[in-house]
């Protein structure tokens, strides 16, 4: 079976959705790149996640031309393609309609930063796109899904805020593995649902000050980071 290691990385992606709680039935997807082989693994289309094997997820190229597997791959393959080819530091990519993130992405709100939980994984807001025009939406729709997605990240960085709400549908999360993909899905669930209280409790809560911001995220990212262990001593 070709590519096997991200193949199953790709599957645990998948369950790990569905143990988090972040997906109802067969919605949600994961996914995973090889650079290398500018191949793609993804979840098949409709298979339940208790019967799903490794050698059901299928492989597919840049194209969306399936190179292995006999299922027909997620419907959502094309946004995923849009992904790796707009974001080319990511490996992994996870789509949930998780209730939360998706309860702001179809309030058409960006989750503000409230507190630390947010800053050590998205340095800024998670923004949410701009609604899709009638055009978009009757042609090529998952595709154009990607797109509004890049057009949102043309001026910023999209590995400082590894996630996007996309405008009336839910969330798509990505990372440099699709365990980081997965992770980051179930963080913004998280945050989503705690920003959602913060304002329950005080509308007029405001977001984090600037330097809390950037001391929670800096210490765990870029070239002065300090938290965790060094990767050499574990
Ligand atoms: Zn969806």
Not at 103 to 126: E, L, M
Request: neutral net charge; hydrophobic residues 40%.
């Amino acid at each position: 079976m070709f590519l096997s290691q991200l193949r199953r990385q790709v599957l645990e992606a998948n369950l790990e959705l569905v143990r988090r709680g972040l997906v109802l039935y067969t919605f949600g997807n994961a996914s995973g790149i090889s650079r290398k082989e500018s191949l793609v693994v993804i979840k098949p289309s409709g298979v339940p996640y208790e019967e799903m094997k490794p050698e059901h997820l299928v492989i597919t190229d840049l194209d969306g031309k399936i190179v292995e597997g006999k299922l027909k791959p997620s419907s959502d393959l094309p946004t995923h393609l849009v992904l790796y080819k707009a974001f080319p530091e990511i490996g992994g990519v996870s789509h949930t309609h998780s209730e939360y993130a998706t309860a702001w992405a179809q309030a058409r709100q960006p989750i503000p930063c409230f507190g630390t939980t947010h800053a050590d994984y998205f340095h800024g807001p998670v923004p949410v796109t701009e609604t899709m025009t009638q055009t978009e939406i009757t042609s090529k729709y998952e595709e154009n899904t990607g797109y509004v997605i890049s057009r949102l990240f043309a001026q910023s960085d999209y590995m400082a805020v590894p996630a996007v709400l996309v405008a009336n549908h839910g969330a798509f999360a990505w990372g440099p593995d699709p365990a980081t993909a997965t992770h980051n899905a179930v963080v913004l669930e998280a945050v989503a649902r705690m920003a959602y209280f913060t304002l329950s409790i005080n509308h007029e809560a405001e977001s984090i000050g600037r330097h809390l911001h950037d001391k929670h995220y800096l210490r765990k990212h870029g070239s002065a980071a300090y938290y965790g262990q060094p990767k050499d001593k574990i």
